[in-house]
């Protein structure tokens, strides 16, 4: 693999954001549903849960997922 | 298939032979899956019954842990989308060994020399010094644990989950190995004594003269 500046941007970029009070995979998950049915009411989501917000940015485990589900519940309305 | 209420729904769950409530949920799961995976042509529609039936299982087993705030179909829909990346990501990356991905001959992923060829004189000068202060601390003051995970999940792009079972561990727990690391690399940084905004700057495509 060989390096890139854009890499090691992002790798800079992600070490500088970060906070002491980032929650984890297990957290975003239980807020999830909820960040998913605000953002489809046009809600700020964002804004009402931050560390949620943070979270999806930074994890793309869990980004994938609430993608996907805000897909689900899109394609089912 | 008729709407429900939450209360319904679980009403209706915890007595799973009076209704067709099971049923119901496990076609509304696969319905949803189809969704969330229709830019996915390698995933069959058995593969979305299985993830369905598989979730179905899970919402029965929570229902004690759903906590009203949401609609519970959400909550459901959340579950079986989990349970379907879960296993697409193990299938991913099944035959990738941690070992493969942390002991490459290149796979120290900071390079000693960096040169951005857009960068000017002063841009380098930041630059150098953060390669440096993030190879040091990786090197010096990270765990082997942080600085194998940073390897395989920042580095070589493994997903964190299937990293995470490879080091005996969960999603949750190696997230954090990661936040510890990079609180670590982000002291070390700031310990030179530019701001994140000044170190930011340096690495940004065109930075200010």
């Known amino acids: ?77 | 298939m008729t709407d429900r209420t939450n209360q319904e729904w679980l009403a209706e769950l915890r007595e799973p032979a009076e209704g067709g409530a099971l049923s119901d949920l496990r076609s509304l799961l696969i319905r949803g899956l189809r969704h969330a995976m229709s830019d996915r042509p390698a995933v069959a529609e058995e593969d979305l019954e299985d993830f369905a039936q598989e979730a179905v299982l899970k919402v029965l087993t929570g229902l004690p842990s759903f906590r009203w705030e949401s609609r519970f179909t959400t909550w459901a829909h959340k579950i079986a989308v989990h349970v379907a990346f879960t296993e697409l990501r193990r299938r991913r990356w099944q035959d990738v060994s941690l070992e493969e991905i942390t002991s490459a001959p290149d796979s120290d992923f900071i390079p000693e020399r960096f040169a951005d060829p857009a960068a000017g004189p002063e841009q380098l000068a930041v630059q150098e010094m953060v390669v440096r202060t993030l190879r040091q601390t990786i090197a010096r003051d990270l765990t082997e644990r942080q600085r194998q995970a940073m390897m395989a999940v920042l580095a070589g792009g493994m997903s964190l989950q299937e990293t995470a079972r490879r080091m005996g561990t969960n999603r949750n727990a190696l997230y954090k190995v990661l936040h510890d690391a990079r609180r670590r690399l982000k002291t070390n940084l700031l310990a030179k004594g530019l701001s994140a905004q000044d170190i930011l700057a340096a690495f940004e495509p065109r930075g200010p003269e």
């Open chain 1, 1 to 77: 693999m060989k390096p890139e500046p854009a890499m090691l941007r992002g790798l800079v970029r992600g070490v500088l954001s970060t906070r002491q009070d980032e929650i984890g995979c297990d957290e975003c998950f239980e807020e999830v549903d909820r960040f998913v049915e605000m953002t489809l009411a046009g809600k700020n989501a964002a804004e009402a849960m931050p560390l949620v917000q943070d979270h999806l940015q930074r994890c793309r485990e869990c980004r994938e997922e609430f993608e996907a589900l805000l897909a689900v519940l899109r394609g089912l309305s």
